[in-house]
Structure formats: structure tokens, C-alpha cells
């Protein structure tokens, strides 16, 4: 593998610009939060990144990032639970019309 | 693979670098789907022969010699068929689905040994690999069923996504304990491990509630009868896949054969020894040996398959869910500290004794606890 | 074995990109799978094969599941799905945040002495016996932990999406 770390570093930038790209302009709720899992995905394969070129030996690169990945799947699945149940009281998942806190 | 990459390399042919590593790459995958599909293909003709007989009838005698043509007409059916999309179907997603169902199938066939030394990647999280990938499925069967836009076929499709997420957990622990015992989760080291005399993980107490686990497990995961309730045809016609006809129907049946026989060689890998037999290490033919023992276990482990499907009813999608939830995962649990007390105590046979011991206990208290009501003896009337 | 570096990224890419983009749901979801494929790949690549079959299970088996059974769930009555255009007012605002944030960044990565790192040949065998020891040694505090909050979140997901239609 001759790629040098640069290269890696720039997709995992462009791959979170991407992701927070969705998370501010999508409309959908559910939209939002597959491209904060996006954003997610690439913290953790920048994690990964630093591990493969910089480890001298250590695996914490590693089990740091399984530990996010285990976090993101807990929280993607509280954040589509709480759609639901938003959805069940507003009868949209459009983020626009979620803007009083009063039910 | 790195092994036909470095004989390219060694032979001293005029061979530049990239073709040397195309047909490495190329190679094993052509080996390995040629030959899987000729297994399927035979095995479809095995199944419906020996459906038959259990069914007292024949099955297919027409085409060929005892119908051996038969799967070869079956292609040719579906291949000419007209191909049906209906009207409101998402027609990206309807077209992906059964390509989805079919990659998985054949994805883990690379870490599945087929004979000594063969295995097309040997990976070192091979078994692992093995599972996530067939639990990849879910996502097309899913796919299958919202893409039809017919009320039918989401309901095949949420039972069937339920039924496999329900059925990977205790799978998924019945592998555990093997992996306990290899200490590798590389397929080749699992079937090296099992070398020696009684040495395959089936014949060990909680190596054969395991196998029995992981192969209902298997036959869940793929839809098969008993489990086939997401594609019964009595039931809600065809399940998730009736809006498909033609090729892409073929490539349903397709995906699912082929992933039950790629189960069948998972747990063929895990359980029984792989292509481990008497005669599989002589030095220039020891290759075929195994590869002939592995296909005679594979076929065993297949025509157990076959042979639980003619026989039983299919259940209902509660005791489905029930006997996954309340049965096979707490079995599975309870078979990880059998498999330690087997293996941490002193006295090897004390060790036999306590794990069985132990096994026996929960299986009991299972079946009691979810035993249900014993029916009151009817009583008929004749009114004559 | 550069290619395969370029590959992964142009898929890993492109499924971001669909993701983000798409007006119909579930083809973004689809878009979202081949990005979590990608990224999966470009840990194989990496050799962090663990977190590879770790990534294909959790993401692809079951997160993906998930926010299909939540698009399901949710689907507008009118029929139509997530109406006209998929971006909001204003979306050239967070397209315009975002490009300078990926400049800025691409800026930083170049400028930075680190960034030529070539990468030493990962020579461990026993990645995974290793990372199983360590788990249970070293860091068996955040296991535990991450099992409670793992409990805590499926429980609390189940409360949260339950139907009330229990009348107290």
C-alpha cells in the first residue's frame, strides 16, 4: 500500500463535508440522520487511517474505532426510534414543521 | 489465491505482473462458481427425486435418464419467460433485489475450504466474514418485498426480515463456542483443529447441541421448510417474491439453494471436520481425498436439509419467533459455559460428564418452560 | 495495489454523494449501503479486517434495517415520498459551508509535514487473538460500559417508539 496518508486524510475530510452537507440541507428527518451516520463512518475510518500508518505496534486505533462504531449504531437507533415516535404525534418527518417544543 | 499468484510468478513464464495477478483473482472465482453451480444444479435434481420418494411418488423422470436434465429444462423455463414488472414498482430497486440476495450466497463461498490447501482466500477472520456476510440478505429480501408494492409481498418480506434477524443471534453463538475451542477464527485453522481421534467438534457434547443450533439456524436464515413462511405458497402466495417472474425468480431460488449449500459448507467447516478423513494427508493425491470428503459431508449435511423438509410441517410465525427467542437463544448461551466447564476442568472425563450434564438440565427446562398447556382429552359425539 | 485504493474511494464517494442527493428514500438508503460497502472495503485495505466484518455486520446488517423499517414506518399519508424537492430553502447555504469546510480541511492535510507518511507493512498475524485480549484486559472498563449503554439504548428505543395507546 503506497497511498500516502495525505490522500486518505483528504477522502475522510470530503466524506464528512459530504455527510454534513446532507445533515444541513435535507428536509427529511430520516434524510438527516443517514447523513449523520455518513459523518460518522468517516471519523471512524479516519481513526482507522491513523492506526494503519502510525501504530508502532499498539492496537488501541482499533478498538477505539469499534468502540465508535458500537456508539453510532446505539444512537442511530435511539434517533430513528425518536422519529417515530415524532412522526406519530406530528404526522411528518419533515424537520421544517418540527419547530415548537409544545406538543 | 496467493498461492496461484506466487506459482505464476515462480514459474518463469513470460507473464507481466497484472496478468499474473488477474488470473490469480480470476481463477479461483471461476473454479469455485463453476463448480458450486454444477453442485447446485445436481442438488436440485436430488432434492426433487427425494422429495419425491418421501411423498411416494417419483419426482422428475422425463427429461434425461431418471430426469437428470430436469434442473438444466427448469433454466431454460425461467431464462425464455416473459419478464413482469408491474406498473408501480420502484423498477431500480425491484431490479437490484435479486442480484442482492444472490452476492451473498456466493460471497462466502471464498472462506469455506473445499479441499486441503483450497480455499480461494484464506482470511484470518475468515468465519466471521462468513456470518457477516450472510447476513447481508436481509437488506435484499427486504428490498424484494417493498419494491413490489403489494401488500403481499411486504408481509413475506417484514416476516422474513424478522425470521433472520431473529435466527442470526443464536447462530452466531453456536459459532462462538467453536471459536472457543480453535482459538482462530481462520477456517483452515477451525478445521485443523480438529484433528485426531474424535475430533470433530460434533462429537462433543456441546459440539453437537451446537451443530444441531447452528443448522437449524442455517435453515432458517435461508428460508427453508420448515421456516419457509416467507415464501409459502399456501400461505400468502409466494411471499416476497411474487411480483418476480423469469430470470429474476430464478435468481430467488437461485440465491437461496446456493446459500443453504454454502451454509451446509460453513457448518460442514465448523462441525464436522471439513475435508478432514482418513487418507487426506498422503503426499501427491491427499488433495482429492479431501476434497471427496468434504462433498461426501456436504452432502450428508444437505440431505439432512432435504430430508427435514419433507418431513415436517411448516410453523406459524409466532412459535417461529417463540422458538428462536426462547429456545435456541438461551440453549445457545448456556452451551458457552458447558464448553468451558469441558474445557477447564482437570479431569477430561469429569469434564464430559458435567458439560453434557449441564446441557441435558437446560434442554429439559426449555421444552418445560415453554411446554404451554396440555390439552384436555376430547370427547366426540357421533349424532347418528 | 493503488488501484484498489482509487476504486474503493470513487465508490465510497459516489454512494456519499447519491446519499445525500437523492429525492426518493429508499434509493438513498441503497446510495448509504454501497457508501457503508466502500468504507468496509477501505478497512479490508487497510488491514483492520476485524473492523471490516465488524463494519458489514452492524452497519449493512443491521443499521441499514433499521432505517428501512423506520422509512417504512413513517412514510408520509399523502402518498408521495418526502414531497417535491428533497433540499430545503436555502440549501446553497450548507452547500457553501460545507465546500469551504473540505477546502479547509484538504488545506490543512497538505500543509501538514505528517501528510507523506508512507505506510510501514502491518506485519501482525494475531490481529485479532490480540485485540480479543486486549479487550478483556486493558480496556474491559469501556466494554462493560458499552454493553450497558448498548442495553440502555435498545430499552430506551423500545420505550421511546412504543404506542401509547394505553389510556391511564
Known amino acids: 500500500m503506497s497511498v500516502p496518508l495525505g490522500y486518505y486524510l483528504t477522502l475522510g475530510a470530503v466524506l464528512f463535508a459530504i455527510g454534513l452537507c446532507g445533515a444541513l440541507t435535507r428536509k427529511n428527518a430520516i434524510a438527516v440522520l443517514m447523513s449523520i451516520e455518513i459523518m460518522f463512518n468517516a471519523a471512524i475510518l479516519n481513526f482507522v487511517v491513523f492506526w494503519h500508518y502510525l501504530h508502532n505496534g499498539a492496537l488501541t486505533g482499533q478498538v477505539f474505532a469499534l468502540f465508535a462504531v458500537a456508539v453510532a449504531a446505539a444512537e442511530s437507533a435511539i434517533g430513528l426510534a425518536l422519529v417515530i415516535a415524532v412522526y406519530r404525534h406530528y404526522r411528518s418527518v419533515n424537520v421544517d414543521d418540527m419547530r415548537t417544543l409544545k406538543g | 489465491m496467493d498461492a496461484i499468484f506466487q506459482l505464476l510468478q515462480n514459474s518463469g513464464a513470460p507473464m507481466p505482473e497484472w496478468l499474473a495477478l488477474a488470473l490469480a483473482i480470476l481463477l479461483p472465482i471461476v473454479i469455485v462458481m463453476g463448480l458450486f453451480l454444477t453442485v447446485f444444479a445436481f442438488l436440485t435434481w436430488v432434492e426433487r427425486k427425494a422429495l419425491g420418494r418421501i411423498q411416494n411418488r417419483r419426482g422428475p423422470n422425463r427429461v434425461g435418464p431418471v430426469g437428470l436434465f430436469q434442473p438444466v429444462a427448469d433454466g431454460l423455463k425461467l431464462l425464455i419467460k416473459e419478464d413482469i414488472v408491474p406498473g408501480a414498482a420502484d423498477r431500480v430497486v425491484h431490479f437490484l433485489a435479486p442480484v442482492l440476495v444472490v452476492v451473498p450466497a456466493f460471497l462466502v463461498l471464498t472462506v469455506v475450504p473445499v479441499a486441503k490447501g483450497f480455499v480461494p482466500v484464506d482470511l484470518n477472520i475468515g468465519v466471521l466474514f462468513a456470518l457477516a456476510v450472510s447476513t447481508a440478505s436481509v437488506l435484499a429480501v427486504f428490498m424484494a418485498g417493498w419494491a413490489s408494492r403489494n401488500k403481499f409481498s411486504l408481509l413475506g418480506a417484514m416476516r422474513g426480515v424478522a425470521q433472520v434477524v431473529s435466527y442470526e443471534v443464536p447462530m452466531v453463538l453456536a459459532a462462538v463456542v467453536v471459536l472457543m475451542a480453535a482459538g482462530t477464527l481462520s477456517s483452515i485453522g477451525i478445521v485443523e483443529a480438529q484433528r485426531g481421534w474424535c475430533g470433530w467438534f460434533v462429537c462433543k457434547p456441546w459440539g453437537l447441541v451446537a451443530f444441531v443450533i447452528f443448522q437449524t439456524c442455517a435453515m432458517a436464515e435461508v428460508a427453508r421448510t420448515p421456516f419457509d413462511l416467507p415464501e409459502a405458497e399456501s400461505e400468502i402466495v409466494a411471499g416476497y417474491h411474487t411480483e418476480y417472474s423469469g430470470f429474476k425468480f430464478a435468481l430467488f431460488q437461485m440465491g437461496e439453494y446456493v446459500a443453504a449449500i454454502t451454509m451446509g459448507g460453513v457448518t460442514v467447516t465448523l462441525f464436522l471436520g471439513g475435508y478432514l478423513g482418513p487418507g487426506c494427508d498422503l503426499p501427491r493425491i491427499g488433495w482429492l481425498v479431501s476434497a471427496g470428503w468434504f462433498f461426501a459431508k456436504l452432502g450428508l449435511v444437505v440431505v439432512i436439509n432435504i430430508w427435514a423438509r419433507g418431513t415436517w410441517p411448516r410453523v406459524r410465525v409466532d412459535q417461529l419467533l417463540a422458538f428462536a427467542w426462547k429456545v435456541l437463544l438461551p440453549l445457545s448461551l448456556i452451551n458457552i459455559p458447558a464448553m468451558a466447564l469441558w474445557y477447564f476442568l482437570p479431569n477430561r472425563l469429569i469434564g464430559w460428564i458435567a458439560s453434557a450434564a449441564l446441557l441435558a438440565v437446560a434442554l429439559v427446562g426449555l421444552t418445560r418452560l415453554n411446554a404451554g398447556r396440555a390439552f384436555e382429552k376430547r370427547s366426540y359425539r357421533f349424532i347418528s | ?168
Request: proline share 1%; aromatic share 8%; with cysteine.
Open chain 3, 1 to 168: 495495489m493503488n488501484i484498489a485504493f482509487y476504486i474503493l474511494a470513487a465508490v465510497t464517494l459516489l454512494g456519499a454523494a447519491l446519499a445525500v442527493s437523492l429525492r426518493n428514500l429508499v434509493h438513498c438508503l441503497l446510495a448509504l449501503v454501497l457508501f457503508f460497502v466502500g468504507v468496509a472495503g477501505h478497512f479490508f485495505l487497510l488491514r483492520a479486517d476485524f473492523l471490516g466484518a465488524v463494519q458489514i455486520l452492524i452497519y449493512i446488517g443491521a443499521v441499514a434495517v433499521l432505517i428501512l423499517f423506520a422509512i417504512m414506518l413513517t412514510r408520509n399519508v399523502s402518498g408521495t415520498e418526502g414531497g417535491g424537492n428533497s433540499l430545503g430553502g436555502a440549501w446553497w447555504f450548507g452547500a457553501g459551508i460545507t465546500a469551504a469546510l473540505a477546502a479547509l480541511a484538504t488545506a490543512a492535510v497538505r500543509r501538514s509535514s505528517l501528510a507523506a507518511t508512507l505506510s510501514s507493512p502491518v506485519t501482525e498475524q494475531g490481529i485479532v487473538k490480540t485485540m480479543g485480549r486486549l479487550l478483556v484486559t486493558d480496556w474491559v472498563v469501556p466494554l462493560e460500559i458499552m454493553a450497558v449503554l448498548l442495553t440502555a439504548a435498545l430499552i430506551g428505543a423500545v420505550v421511546v417508539a412504543l404506542e401509547e395507546d394505553r389510556k391511564s
